[in-house]
């Protein structure tokens, strides 16, 4: 059993929208706080947003700030990355992974989903 996996990419336009989602399973997702980052082809992957285990605290890059909102549903075992105003440079694998509040390395990531945005 994978314990995260992402869905939602694809390809879109510049100024178009995306939303993602990371699916959890084979631990206690509320237990966990989650993030999502992701990794463009020939460089290292970059953190873009992370949300508390409540969903009331978030944080975001920069470089996404004002654009992506990160959300969970606990009942669901999920969290998301709704994505707007795409650009070219947004193209990258998207990933989730989580950390343990009482750690600061994040310990399982999923295999990513793949965005596209061009004209």
């Known amino acids: 059993e994978v314990p995260l996996v992402e869905s939602g990419g694809g390809w879109v336009q510049p100024g178009g929208s995306l939303r993602l989602s990371c699916t959890a399973s084979g631990f206690t997702f509320s237990h966990y706080h989650m993030n999502w980052l992701r990794q463009a082809p020939g460089k290292g992957p970059e953190w873009l947003a992370g949300?508390?285990?409540?969903?009331?605290?978030?944080i975001y890059a920069h470089s996404v700030k004002g654009r992506f909102t990160i959300s969970r549903d606990n009942g669901n075992n999920t969290a998301y990355l709704q994505m707007t105003r795409l650009k070219p440079e947004d193209t990258a694998l998207y990933f989730c992974?989580?950390?343990?509040?009482?750690?600061?390395?994040?310990?399982?990531r999923g295999q990513g989903t793949q965005v596209t945005v061009s004209a």
């Open positions: 992974a989580r950390r343990d509040p009482n750690y600061s390395d994040y310990d399982v």
């Open positions: 949300i508390n285990t409540g969903g009331d605290r978030t």
